[in-house]
T-cell receptor
């Protein structure tokens, strides 16, 4: 079983729609949680960290449920420029390192 | 300021050749990571340096993979006797201090082994 599981999509949504992505992680020792965005043939870029209390950044809202080991990302009022792959990421300390553990990503296409 | 840079951006190798991939982290960043991203997958951790010390190499898939960062800045990932399954994008990331800090990724090197 992969450590971080995501629905690969694609999610095809019209401009202005609200779309939600979910992710589950298997390691209960996970301490930090993130959503990264990756455009085609580009490097991953940090979209937002995810906190237990939930957090919002403009049109983006992230939620964490530690008990269920579940992370979500909600995008409101989708824009064409939101089209990308969204990577769910966790990290946990091990042997002096805290590597990022990525899901496969969920592809989003926002259509005009 | 300048971000993480990697070279070459694209590399085509014949099976059995050795390749060397370079990463220039953000100036002053202590931590440096290498990840491998196969097509349709998320990046997977390969190895981690804090300054010149390689503290974690648990993700290196075989002893054909070797990484170094001799002066605590530039790093090189070397793959010996490349195989087709080594075809992937190799991403380098750096962070300001510890491994738990925000990691900034370079554009990657796309390696194709024929």
């Amino acid at each position: 079983r992969k450590e971080v599981e995501q629905d690969p999509g694609p999610f095809n949504v019209p401009e202005g729609a609200t779309v939600a992505f979910n992710c589950t992680y298997s390691n209960s020792a996970s301490q930090s949680f993130f959503w990264y965005r990756q455009d085609c043939r580009k490097e991953p870029k940090l979209l937002m960290s995810v906190y237990s209390s939930g957090n919002e950044d403009g049109r983006f809202t992230a939620q964490l449920n530690r008990a269920s080991q579940y992370i979500s990302l909600l995008i409101r009022d989708s824009k064409l420029s939101d089209s990308a792959t969204y990577l769910c990421v966790v990290s946990y300390p091990r042997a002096g390192n805290t590597p990022l553990v990525f899901g496969k990503g969920t592809r989003l296409s926002v259509i005009a | 300021g300048a971000g993480v840079s990697q070279s070459p951006r694209y590399k085509v190798a014949k099976r059995g050749q050795d390749v060397a991939l370079r990463c220039d982290p953000i100036s002053g960043h202590v931590s440096l990571f290498w990840y491998q991203q196969a097509l349709g997958q998320g990046p997977e951790f390969l190895t981690y340096f804090q300054n010149e010390a390689q503290l974690d190499k648990s993700g290196l898939p075989s002893d054909r993979f070797f990484a170094e960062r001799p002066e605590g800045s530039v790093s090189t990932l070397k793959i010996q006797r490349t195989q087709q399954e080594d075809s992937a994008v190799y991403l380098c990331a750096s962070s300001r201090s510890g491994s738990a800090d925000t990691q900034y990724f370079g554009p990657g090197t796309r390696l194709t082994v024929l």
